[in-house]
């Protein structure tokens, strides 16, 4: 069965995407048959993978809303063992248009479980919000993962989260467990940095903290916007190498 993987985090711009795309990728270069969701409206990792997201017939939006089933939705990357499940603007009136449905927490859930064998790992790019989208990756995943960026704030919101899981594992799926933290944009040239980690392990000394730090990388930024992920758009890189190493770390928790 597949290992089902939510990354989020309410805060924007802490690397939410650019771990989605590139841990998938990553996972995929390992051999593992992987699904990317973009649950996000700004549909980033779907124009992260080279997908043009404004020509999509159909999107994650139509799933949502019962209008199409999750594999009429499915495309297949340009990397081998990677396939998407595109999002776009439309995706921003899911959450109104769901008012009144029963069962509307259990929506992404219904139609990941008729696909969810087929794959090593799905990974949910969540949007920066703690909304009904969210909640739909939440009842769908096994696991959340929440990247966090190394700075002054990077605890604020964190509690709300953690609260909002184990809320969805008191109330919707008793199976959710936090995947872990991974840190993001590190400039080991700041103390700031250094701070920010030491604060946040000392906070969460109960909840797994991944060992990989992501760094501040010039190609890991550019890469998006020539539709790649990092490992082929500049493989030897220091990006490329951190999330290589973070999919190695993520494959070693499969049996935890």
């Known amino acids: 069965m597949g290992r089902i993987i939510a990354i989020a985090n ?3 711009g802490v690397g939410k995407t650019t771990t989605s795309i590139n841990l998938s ?18 549909g980033n990792t779907t124009s992260g993978f080279g997908m043009e997201k404004e020509k999509l017939e159909n999107s994650v939006y139509e799933l949502m809303l019962g209008e199409c089933s999750i594999r009429e939705i499915m495309f297949k990357t340009e990397i081998e063992n990677l396939s998407l499940v595109p999002s776009n603007v439309n995706l921003a009136g899911a959450e109104i248009e769901l008012i009144g449905i029963n069962e509307r927490e259990y929506i992404l ?11 090593d790992f799905i990974i949910i790019d969540c949007p920066p ?3 009904m989208l969210t909640i739909n990756a939440m009842t769908t995943a096994n696991t959340v ?15 709300q989260l953690i609260y909002t899981i184990n809320l969805v594992q008191e109330r919707l799926n008793p199976e959710l467990q936090m995947e872990g933290i991974v840190f993001t944009m590190y400039d080991a040239r700041t103390n700031l940095s250094l701070q920010v980690v030491e604060n946040v392990k000392n906070n969460l000394n109960s909840t797994n903290i991944y060992k990989t730090i992501i760094p501040r990388n010039i190609r890991l930024a550019e890469a998006p ?6 490992n082929l758009y500049d493989k ?3 990006g490329a190498e951190s999330y290589r190493l973070l999919a190695e770390e993520v494959i070693e928790r499969e049996g935890i």
Do not use: R
């Not at 990728?25 to 700004?42: N, R």
């Open 10 to 12: 309410q805060k924007g």
């Open 25 to 42: 990728a990553c996972l995929a270069e390992k051999g593992k048959k992987v699904l990317t969701i973009d649950l996000d409206p700004q």
């Open 109 to 119: 859930k219904n139609e990941v479980d008729y696909i969810k064998d087929n794959y």
């Open 129 to 131: 919000s703690l909304n």
């Open 145 to 159: 993962l929440v990247p966090i960026q190394c700075e002054y704030y990077a605890l604020e919101g964190l509690s």
């Open 225 to 230: 916007s020539h539709g790649m992920p990092i």
């Open 236 to 238: 030897k890189s220091t």
